[in-house]
């Protein structure tokens, strides 16, 4: 059974830098995507940034030049690098990889930014 297990939520003041890892357990293989997503309360849940295979990232407007998304194969991890937070960018972050047929989430890690 794949799992996708969350870490590095916190609590930090404006301005300041988190940084998110993943990692996948189980039998994981031929991943398309990995990725971050999340949901703010009383919002939809939205995508944070991927990071495909063989391809380029890529990142919601809002987070462009502030957010850095990275991945090891070898590891089956995937880390989400968050610079210069803002109140607004407190939410449940997900974890999101796409592998073989199957589309797998992990439980979600709480980030919250507020002085």
């Known amino acids: 059974q794949v799992q996708l297990v969350e870490s590095g939520g916190g609590l930090v003041q404006p301005g300041g830098s988190l940084r998110l890892a993943c990692a996948a357990s189980g039998s994981i293989f031929s991943i398309n995507a990995m990725g971050w997503y999340r949901q703010a309360p009383g919002k939809q849940r939205e995508l944070v940034a991927t990071t495909p295979s063989g391809g380029s990232p890529n990142y919601a407007d809002s987070v462009k030049g502030r957010f850095t998304i990275s991945r090891d194969n070898a590891k089956k991890m995937v880390y989400l690098q968050m610079n210069s937070l803002k109140p607004e960018d407190t939410a449940v972050y997900y974890c999101?990889?796409?592998?073989?047929?199957?589309?797998?989430w992990g439980q979600g890690t709480q980030v919250t930014v507020s002085s």
């Open positions: 999101r990889v796409r592998w073989s047929v199957y589309d797998t």
